[in-house]
């Protein structure tokens, strides 16, 4: 390691620590100043490249998906901590399938199965940009469909997406209600003549 201010490449250890992301701090002094400076030590990770639609490959981002993610939990009740550790847990899956190219389509899924865990208005936003649905009936049958039905809580049940209720409902009129809330009018004399 070369010194920072005079130079010189030898140098000894004062301190060494190891730091929350497990990076590693290292305290040193240089032999023939006497300056004191710190560096820090990572892991160098070789990340897969990532194969697009298209059939371009580039290289990882953790950044990218930093980036997806924040939009997506963009004034949702998520903390930066529990993004970041998606961020991380994505990443060590990346790596740990040991492969030298994985497909943006799987780290897809991985990242809609994680939002999944931690917010249901964040997953239907990434969701909804990521499969770029062709219309609004086939994001409604994705949203319905039955790798969704852990999001409906049975105590709770919620209003359909479709609209096709509504406009069934609004189709048949209800004499019954109708007879029974509306009452004849009878007009008041205005103190006004025309």
Not at 14 to 25: A, F, M, N, P
Not at 122 to 133: D, E, K, M, P
Request: charged content about 30%.
């Amino acid at each position: 390691m070369k010194c920072p201010f005079c130079g010189h490449a030898d140098d000894r250890v004062l301190d060494t620590r190891v730091q929350k992301d497990g990076s590693i701090r290292r305290r040193r002094e240089c032999l023939e100043c006497k300056a004191r400076f710190s560096t820090v030590e990572t892991i160098m990770l070789a990340f897969p490249f990532i194969i697009k639609k298209d059939g371009r490959r580039e290289p990882f981002s953790k950044e990218k998906i930093l980036k997806g993610l924040q939009a997506a939990c963009q004034k949702r009740p998520v903390s930066l901590a529990q993004i970041d550790a998606v961020v991380e847990r994505i990443s060590a899956w990346v790596i740990n399938r040991g492969e030298s190219e994985i497909s943006s389509r799987l780290i897809g899924k991985k990242v809609m199965a994680e939002l999944k865990q931690l917010d249901d208005v964040a997953y239907i936003r990434f969701a909804s940009v990521y499969r770029t649905f062709k219309d609004v009936q086939e994001f409604v049958e994705t949203l319905e469909d039955a790798e969704l039905l852990d999001f409906v809580d049975a105590n709770n049940p919620q209003l359909s997406l479709t609209a096709m209720n509504f406009v069934e409902s609004e189709k048949k009129p209800n004499h019954e209600t109708d007879s029974k809330t509306t009452s004849p009018r009878t007009r008041t004399a205005t103190p006004f003549s025309n």
